[in-house]
């Protein structure tokens, strides 16, 4: 429900997930974790922009047989997992920028977003020579100011989500080339510095 999927100026994006790792070749077991995400974007007017937008994301993960385990040689063995970078984890490209890949893990996790977007009017991509020369057709550049807030849990619980919350906070550019949205974002946290590089908005 917005005006233009790849870079929302107005509307909601909501969707629910439900994941679902099947056994082969022994080795995984089956694991089923549900997903969802609520996205609102509100346009700010500007004589001197072309555009603005506040942008927020709510999304969150659980995995129901985190807990389940079974017995092998008198240890238990938790085998209805999923693998660290499919489960519910923060940090990386998507969520949570200002930490590694996966660098929080576990049952269930939450995660709020906020991100300030303006295009300006000035592209100074438009008629670089070299860019021409690439074929590549640049229609804008975006500044994008974020800031996240969030947790992994042992369960899914309201209460214990917004208790010892994580966050970060950073600046990053979109360049819209070619029909695509190239990002590279630079957030900072306690444990420091990323950068993060990939294709299309973080939501």
Excluded at 123 to 129: A, F, G, Q, V
């Amino acid at each position: 429900n917005v005006d233009f999927k790849d870079n929302p100026s107005r509307g909601t994006i909501e969707y629910f997930k439900l994941w679902n790792g099947l056994s082969a070749f022994n080795s995984t077991a089956t694991w089923t974790m549900y997903e969802g995400s609520f996205s609102a974007f509100v346009p700010v007017k500007s004589v001197q922009l072309r555009q603005q937008v506040l942008a927020f994301n709510l999304w969150t993960r659980y995995t129901n047989r985190w807990n389940d385990y079974e017995l092998v040689n008198n240890y238990p063995e938790y085998e209805h997992r999923p693998s660290p970078f499919m489960g519910a984890c923060l940090g990386g490209r998507f969520r949570f920028r200002g930490y590694p890949e996966a660098r929080f893990n576990d049952c269930a996790a939450w995660l709020y977003t906020m991100e300030y977007r303006m295009i300006p009017q000035w592209n100074p991509l438009r008629n670089w020579k070299v860019m021409q020369w690439l074929n590549v057709k640049t229609d804008w550049i975006q500044f994008v100011a974020f800031a996240e807030s969030g947790r992994v849990a042992p369960n899914w619980s309201l209460k214990t989500f917004h208790q010892d919350m994580k966050y970060d906070a950073g600046l990053g550019v979109r360049i819209f080339a070619n029909q695509m949205i190239i990002r590279v974002d630079s957030a900072f946290s306690p444990e420091g510095p990323q950068l993060q590089m990939f294709i299309s908005q973080s939501f």
